[in-house]
């Protein structure tokens, strides 16, 4: 952990002063200035190096919740780390609920949203067992976060209207607040999913709740007085009513922020503000002006060291602005700027967990030195709420950058292309962490007689209905790609061979069972798959031979079957 990120005052403060340290960084953490707030539960913390009692758990606390605002989500965890055993040791659940939650929400930012998920659950369980109201609240808010993250809105929405109900009663205005505005984030992700899935309806009614919960989170945040919490509500609110086609009112909420977070200092509101009136401006087809703003906003975003994510969001924008202007260079241009921060960030994300797991390591030693009779207890919370996880597989899909890019046009699936590049990405980081992954090569049997019969509109449809099975019956993190005419690849990640296999039975059985004489009457499709296990490989080129061969022995021993590698 980089301790020395806000430099401590030089001298250590006298006892009597932690105390006012701690007040005073409780206060930076209410009022936003988390800078301040950090390097002040950093004193405190060192002038209490000889203690490792309560006063110890609140600084670490402090200073993790400042990092996890400041964007240092692995130090955030590191923190919470320590003050969760601490808490543990004084036995204070509420603390030791707090902490957990902490670590949540900062295991989420890391991409390790299982983990954060665990912690939550953890902090319910605590929390409801002690009869602690708020840390019950808090804990089911940020479940309903992970849920959102791991994909699963509708869950996600669920707890979350639990937390608001519950924030409600106990009347607390910051809880409730809070679970307004992550309802509003959430179902505007349940907007973006039933949209992709084509379910324009139930998307809609995502998007008026959205736009509901938002409604309500800005105008408490009004009457609060707390300008950072009102802009951020603000900016979130605006970016839905966009959305909605309210571009009026968006403008309005997004040009106040703006000009409140410049006046203020906070940077990051101001450029996400900018950013999303960049993209209004797309939403509304003016694609010049889009493109002047967002310009604006990635020069500024040039001149600091951070903001990665905005400056994704930045070059994505000028992506789909220059795209609709016929201008395919610079779109080009900021489609590759996009995959180069992606894939830096990844990364580092990937180092981040390595890290963290070297850390828990190098802290459960420590323990053991210190007190092993505490060691032997602890170890075994660990196992049970942490050392169980392991580094995930980053998403090998982005989103509609992504599909944009590298998208086959008839049936939505990446092309080839894109399959391309990905398979000797996703073989390299297989191997990197030591997981399985499995390639199958899947053929349309018979399908020249399909498009000679009932002609080249219905052969085109049964493309696009395979196409569909694979994307309902694969994991987001699985790769599906139509390599041309009619064949397609599927790459599933972190899974060995017998359970590939079955996949891709499953997958077989799916396209046979479909009704397909609805298409045509007295239409029948069947596939023919070849898999094969990436590890018995020496490289992309050579598992997709194995692959191709699978497959031409499936067609040989009378198609509509999968074949393995031998």
Request: net charge negative; proline share 3%; charged share 25%.
């Amino acid at each position: 952990m980089d301790r020395d990120a806000v430099p401590p005052s030089p001298a250590t403060p006298p006892p009597d002063a932690v105390a006012a340290l701690l007040a005073a960084s409780r206060g930076a953490l209410a009022s936003a200035d988390h800078r301040s707030g950090l390097a002040q539960a950093q004193q405190a913390r060192e002038a209490l190096t000889a203690e490792s009692g309560l006063r110890l758990a609140q600084a670490l606390s402090l200073e993790g919740q400042h990092l996890w605002r400041l964007g240092r989500f692995e130090d955030a965890v590191v923190a919470a780390r320590e003050a969760l055993h601490l808490w543990q040791e004084v036995g204070d659940p509420a603390g030791h609920a707090d902490a957990l939650c902490l670590l949540a929400v900062s295991y989420t930012e890391l991409g390790l949203h299982e983990e954060g998920l665990k912690s939550a659950t953890a902090a319910f369980e605590l929390a409801r067992a002690h009869g602690l109201q708020r840390e019950t609240t808090l804990a089911l808010n940020r479940i309903g976060v992970c849920h959102e993250r791991l994909g699963d809105p509708d869950q996600g929405e669920r707890f979350l209207l639990q937390a608001l109900s519950r924030a409600r009663e106990q009347r607390s205005f910051d809880d409730t607040v809070q679970a307004l505005n992550n309802l509003m984030a959430n179902t505007l992700g349940a907007y973006h999913l039933h949209s992709r899935r084509g379910d324009p309806e139930v998307a809609h009614q995502a998007l008026q709740r959205a736009r509901q919960y938002g409604g309500q989170a800005v105008a408490m945040a009004r009457r609060d007085g707390d300008v950072y919490r009102r802009i951020v509500t603000q900016g979130n609110l605006a970016e839905v009513l966009a959305i909605a086609g309210d571009f009026e009112q968006a403008g309005a909420l997004l040009d106040d922020a703006v000009a409140e977070a410049r006046s203020h200092g906070y940077r990051a509101v101001e450029m996400r503000s900018r950013h999303n009136l960049g993209e209004m401006r797309l939403l509304q087809g003016r694609h010049e002006e889009a493109v002047q703003l967002l310009h604006t906003v990635l020069d500024d975003l040039r001149r600091g060291t951070d903001h990665e994510t905005t400056r994704m969001r930045v070059h994505s924008a000028l992506y789909r602005a220059y795209k609709a202007l016929g201008r395919f260079e610079p779109a080009l241009a900021h489609c590759e700027a996009y995959y180069a921060i992606e894939m830096q960030r990844s990364a580092l994300q990937a180092q981040a967990q390595a890290r963290l797991m070297v850390n828990r390591l190098d802290m459960e030693h420590a323990l053991q030195m210190a007190d092993r009779a505490l060691m032997d207890a602890a170890r075994e919370r660990i196992k049970a709420s942490e050392l169980e996880a392991q580094k995930r597989a980053l998403e090998a899909h982005s989103q509609a950058l992504h599909r944009d890019a590298h998208e086959d046009a008839l049936t939505g699936l990446h092309n080839r292309r894109r399959a391309d590049q990905a398979l000797p990405q996703l073989i390299a980081q297989a191997r990197a962490q030591g997981q399985p992954l499995q390639v199958a090569v899947m053929d349309v049997d018979w399908f020249k007689g399909v498009n000679d019969q009932y002609g080249h509109a219905v052969g085109d449809e049964v493309l696009r209905t395979v196409a569909q099975i694979l994307q309902e019956r694969l994991r987001t993190r699985d790769l599906a790609a139509r390599l041309g005419g009619e064949e397609f690849l599927v790459v599933l990640v972190d899974s060995l061979p017998a359970a590939a296999l079955e996949v891709c039975e499953r997958l077989r059985a799916a396209v046979q069972q479909h009704p397909w004489d609805e298409l045509a009457p007295g239409l029948q499709v069947t596939v023919s798959i070849g898999l094969a296990d990436v590890g018995e490989a020496d490289d992309a080129t050579q598992a997709m031979q194995r692959a191709d061969d699978a497959l031409y022995r499936a067609k040989n021993e009378g198609r509509n079957r999968v074949c393995a590698a031998a």
